[in-house]
């Protein structure tokens, strides 16, 4: 049926009655409340042919137009009666002939002709007959019209037979009647609650009457191939759906509103005037890449997967009741989970998907409760702040958020809870409420790298995905968005310079990360004439510095005019102490910082205020010194409320500030970095298992120059460099990829460590696996060598002596091994050596299909005739059947024939007849219909 929103209109008078006709829109909220109760109204148009057009529904199809009603509506200054006169002088038939001349010839399209009056109809038998659609039924009248309307009257008859007039109630009876149905289709809200909602849907009516309601929406509808100018006048369903849900779920509704506007705030600290703009105006998605926790890569890099294995977040997060996200400090764990759970609440809201509705919480406020109490007490204060009106409650998150949908959990900072049993204890909760039948919850936990044995609890089957670093058109992306929000003229050229100033002072690799990449904009957007700092330490320096001078800054903005104008009335030594305070905050911050590490701080109000330089005033009251105290907490930027209390924007920043605060003593600096630096030194650094990568950022601040003692930072680090210490040699190359040793200064140590590896890796005497593991870590210390080292591993035949234990554990080669750490640190050196380990028919037939599998996950078109090949080769049974199992889906026909050729080469062997009728099943999924027959042959040779 044709849609009359595609025709052009004879008279589109839209553009100027949004203001002027404050009655038309209350009539036309009519059709939208029907349509919100299910009436039976598809959709309501504005302003397109006549005032409102009507789509009304019919037969059994859902969103099937039975009826378009166009309504030409009329107001009236005064309060009498509607005669014919009087509808003839209004011109309202006339508009209503205009239509109908412009839609007669579309016969496939029912309508009516609708002329909405406001007050009643004069008792007179013309006008009742024309409201009645018999207004060419008498031949006087008839004449009289057609001739009002020039028109003849055959073409009069037929249009005043679609003709109807309606009697409207007056504009305060009707605006009170839809105040009516609101209240009857929301009895659980309050008063106040319904008036807001009757405002929103009015104001929606008024934009569609002005042909402004939109853009967004312009995805949302069904009628794809309307007009944009007519999508923008059209009130559907889905426009209204956070309405409907309103309507019928307001605690939902509330939740989802609020948690929407909380996933837009940016979790980065900021340092300019007028802040970091919103995450969704600078969000560049960062993509997944799966790794492989079986194969003993647990620092990062990506196992038996791809390149082309990337995937955008949100077509991988929530498939799985349970999935890791890694990525180190800064790698965008948090801004991911907030586009995921913003993603879910637009979803939600404005389309038909709705699986998954997102709560992100931190891991540390799962600890101690009930899940479900847990979840409530944390989303509700998180999004207090965010004009939620009710306090979730932990019914809430016991009852799925629609029929049949779930809660994805998304945890964020695993690595922040310190104790590893309280780790344990979670991921085993969460993994008991993910394995129940019809789980109500999925869980997507983010955290940086941790040892493999805290997160081995979750099995081998839960999948695990690297946030993957930005690719350099992803910076120049980000750093537009940052530079634009920020306000800097002509980002794009702005952004350009940028980049090109990280390429000069070799920082792009280091400004990969979100929250380096925001932090370094900000500092080039300060001061774009100065150049960026050298390493990681002196950017958070730096950073924390303009923080500082932004916040003391003597304006009236500033915090010390304002410290003035709240403390004068309580005397000058109220006063100098606050000014004290602040002389001192950043002291005072990096000492509370070091203490809220060791778990000393509860409140971060009371643990400032017990110490001398916040001490409270007597003239002072305790709740006013108090909220001046927790406004310098959150005016310092560096901290956020979190429920009653603070934490820091982001946990590198605590990180930095706590290592300052060492560097202010230097025995308990030594003390603190002995203590971490303990676990990267013992004998079982042969490999990186149980390596405590989750201390790695800190020892970082701790060997840094700006945050350490004044002696030489490398000492601490050169007993780690040795060909014994292949854990050592990690943290030195995970210093490097974090911005730690970029400076001149460091280069030495970063030399003897892959010096280490290199000798490691080539040392005959070693277990294979180490080895491998050692020319993985001199690639991320030198890339050039460490590809090369691995590239001769996979061809040195000598690593499979070793490998006796189960040839049919793949993952045990260490060639293999090295193969896959090659593809992902150069592609197409991997993909041949893969195929090389195909080819070598000295290695185990497992291996071998394996690494062909390896081939088809990269893409490479030598994997359907490797596979093929090795189907057919003169290997084991069951790895030939391994090969043409994965073959069938590139190539059906060449893995039938290749199970029939199996199967004949080991049909008379009785041994093998198990094995067979295997073979003949996978035929029978293929399709072959022979397959049956030979199980059948197979069973009766029994």
Known sequence: MQDPGRLPAPDDTGSATEERFTYQAQATLRGVLEMLAGGGVVHVTCEHFEDVLVARAGGTVAGDVALWDFQQIKSREKQDSWTLSKVLRSKALASLLRTHRALREHR???????????????????????????????????????????????????????????????????????????????????????????????????????????????????????????????????????????????????????????????????????????????????????????????????????????????????????????????????????????????????????????????????????LPNALAAAATTQLAAFALQRTLSDEFFLSRPAPGARWLVLVDGLDEITDRHDRQNLLRTLASFAAEPDPLYRFVVATRPLPGKDLRILGHGVPRYQVVPFSRSQLSSAAQRVLDGLGVPNSRDAAGRFVRVLDDAHLTGFARTPLMATMLCQLYAAHPGQSLPATRGALYARFTDLLHRRMSGRGLSGVRSQTEAALARFGLTAVSRAHDLLDQLADTIDSLAYDHRSGSVTSWVGALAAMGSARRPRAVPEDDWNGFLASVLERSGLLTRSGDGFAFLHQTLQEYCAARHLARTPSAHARELGRLLGPWEEDGGTTPWGAPLDTASYIGFLIDPGTAPPTDPATSLRALAVPDNIRGCLLIATQLSLGTLLADTWKPLVQTAAQAMATASADDDRDATSRVWAASVLAELNLQDGTTALETLVDDRLLDEEFNEDPHSPDFSDRLLAARSLLELDPVRGRDACHRLVRDSHLYDSVRVRAADILLSAGDERARPALEYLAGADILFDDRLDAANRLAPLDPDAAVHALHTLIGDYRGDPDWLDWCKTAAQALTDLGDPRGRQIIGELSTDL
């Open 108 to 370: 496939d399209l029912p309508y009516v002709l609708t002329l909405g009056v406001e007050g009643p109809l004069s008792s007179e038998a013309d006008v009742r007959a024309i409201a009645r659609g018999q207004g060419g039924d008498s031949a006087e009248r008839l004449g009289r019209i057609a001739k009002y309307l020039d028109a003849d009257a055959a073409e009069t008859a037929e249009f005043l037979r679609l003709v109807r007039i309606e009697e409207l109630p007056d504009r305060y009876e009707l605006e009170r009647r839809n105040r009516d149905v609101l209240f009857e289709l929301t009895p659980h809200l309050r008063v106040g609650e319904v008036e807001v909602l009757h405002a929103d849907l009015l104001n929606r009516v008024r934009l569609a009457m002005g042909g402004s309601l939109g853009p967004r929406w312009q995805a949302l509808v069904t009628q794809l191939d309307v007009p944009k100018a007519v999508l923008r006048k059209r009130l559907t369903p889905q426009k209204l759906r956070d309405v409907a849900l309103r309507l019928t779920r307001p605690d939902l509704a509330d939740y989802v509103r609020a948690s929407r506007l909380a996933a837009q705030t940016h979790p980065y600290p900021e340092a300019g005037q007028a802040g970091v703009p919103s995450l969704s105006s600078v969000y560049v998605p960062q993509r997944l890449h799966r790794i492989d926790s079986e194969n003993g890569q647990q620092y990062g890099s990506p196992a038996d997967q791809s390149p082309g294995d990337v995937a955008d977040a949100s077509a991988l997060l929530g498939r799985a009741p349970v999935c890791l996200v890694l990525a180190g400090p800064g790698g965008g764990k948090s801004s991911l989970l907030r586009a995921v759970q913003a993603d879910s609440a637009e979803r939600w809201l404005a389309r038909e998907d709705q699986q998954l509705l997102g709560v992100t919480v931190p891991a540390t406020a799962l600890l101690g409760s009930p």
